[in-house]
């Protein structure tokens, strides 16, 4: 594009810079622009095209099982019932394609989402591109006529929590995406998102959210307290979604997860709001605490209440029961167990969801979107994580017990042959999650132990590791030549059967095999979060 298209506008006085469809201009030399932040903006693109593409595919199958009316007595439709049936879904096909979706990216800065979203994404009928800052709104004006997209795109300046609670249930997507935490939006973002329509919520205060050096502060914002650990990326999007949760709950509303990531140094989360006073009863089992050993890391959790299904199967809801095995102190080491929560339960993504977002990937252009490979990398690994709370790393076993660190083959061998399932996860390199309780993982690093011949004299009485290899009632339950007859394997040694390889660690190395970027690539020097926007 030249000066002479836009008269009004002088090229000269602005830096500029491309980004998918969206040329943005900033005044010279004040470019607030995080290169690492397109993979967030490029993936929202897909998301949110094909959240759209979803939602009216819904409305059309609801609108056609309404028209839909039965034959009966055997007689055939008429030419005119042809006729009409044919008009109507040819009304609903070209239904499909208008654009309808209203949309609110309630912090805008330069426009540059909100107009990448205008470009890319057809069933788009308009976006509210909001922000409190007057300069950042003449920004956004600008380029709003430098990229011809005022047809879509208006402008807004207002505070966003007033805005959005000033327009109830108008917004089919609401985009959240703050410096800091987005804690004090969701109230009136929960009001202001239609009833199915879709956030997308970004907290990058991971410091408060994905540590425990300020508990007193994540639980101000996020009403729950992280403990640390191998898990803290998970519990930090877990803490986010309950805040979510408890917020929609008092408006009737219930949350769906899509698709949830822990992203270099922010989360990001992609997330259904339904009005369901039904679903909304569902929170409390949603809901837990979970306690962490200090000294050995094991966790445990506790739901905080409990569905049941009467004989007719409809649902009971009522109190969850106190579990027995957590106390002050850890079973295993004897150590001091910390409490974290309350966070969220429930599955943190959607897999058919996600198989929607990785068709659109495999199509994209990458001229336009640059990080199409980081794209398919974590969310291929986010669809084939295993639907179970946290994960751990075989390094964190074996600094515990003073041995060997495993790798992930002969832990996940170990998991599948005492029959349970593992995963990778995609938050964190070489962990893993699996259904298994805390006592089996402890039970297999005793026998990692004795196959390098540990000798546990050598170790402190007062770590944890020694207690855990003392601890006779550690996998007391565990049979293993009942498992090792089951599986026709009773001439081999305990060990050799313990952690040979089966399907479980297969699909795990092969998952592992594929070349699929995970984790950022240095774009910049000293690239990260950077300083607040003056």
Known sequence: MTSEAFPT???????????GSATILFPKNK????????YNRDLSCLAIRAFTELYQE???????????????????????????????????????????????????????????????????????????????VDSINVNIQHNQVGNKVTSNHADAIQYMSQHKDEYHVIDLDPYGSAAPFLDSA???????????????????????????????????????????????????????ATTGAKYR???????????????????????????????????????????????????????????????????????????????????VNHIGGPMWAGNLHNKDFIDRVLSLQAKADDKIYKTLPRIKGMLTMAKNELDAHFYFKPTSVSSVLKIPAPSIETFTGALGNLGYHASLSHTVPNSIKTDAPWETIWFIGKKLAEKCKLDKSKLSETTAGYKILSNDDVGKDIDLNKLKAESGSTDMEDSDWLFQRNEVSDQVN?????????????????????????
């Not at 050995?296 to 009522?318: A, D, M, P, W």
């Not at 092969?510 to 003056?534: A, H, Y």
């Open 253 to 335: 509303k219930s949350i769906e997860p899509l698709l949830c990531l822990s992203i270099d140094f922010y989360v990001r989360l992609f997330i259904r709001v339904h009005q369901s006073p039904i679903k909304v009863k569902e929170l409390a089992y949603n809901t837990m605490m979970m306690s962490k050993c200090s000294g050995c890391y094991s966790v445990t959790e506790q739901r905080l209440g409990k569905i049941s299904h009467n004989k007719n199967g409809s649902k009971k809801f009522g109190l969850a029961t106190g579990a027995s095995h957590i106390g002050p102190n850890c079973s295993f080491c004897g150590y």
């Open 190 to 244: 929960m009001q202001a998102v239609k009833n199915g329509g879709m956030m997308l919520i970004t907290c990058t205060d991971m410091g408060v959210l994905a540590g425990n050096g300020y508990p007193e502060k994540c639980f101000a914002l996020y009403g729950g307290s992280n403990v640390g650990g191998d898990a803290t990326h998970e519990t930090a999007l877990r803490l986010v979604l309950n805040m979510i």
């Open 58 to 136: 819904e409305k059309v199958l609801l609108r056609r099982k309404r028209n839909k009316q039965p034959v009966t007595d055997g007689a055939q439709p008429s030419t005119e019932d042809v006729t009409e049936t044919l008009t109507k879904a040819d009304a609903e096909e070209k239904a499909k394609k208008q654009p309808y979706a209203i949309v609110m990216e309630a912090l805008s800065a330069s426009g540059l989402r909100a107009i990448r979203y205008a470009k890319e994404i057809p069933l788009i009928k308009s976006i509210i591109a909001n922000d409190l800052s007057a300069a950042a």
């Open 31 to 38: 470019v607030f622009y995080n290169h690492v932040q397109q």
């Open 9 to 19: 506008i002088d090229l000269s006085k602005y830096d500029q810079l491309t980004e």
């Open 510 to 534: 092969q998952l592992r095999r594929i070349k699929i970027v995970r984790f950022q690539e240095n774009p910049t020097k000293n690239w990260g979060p950077k300083s607040r926007p003056k």
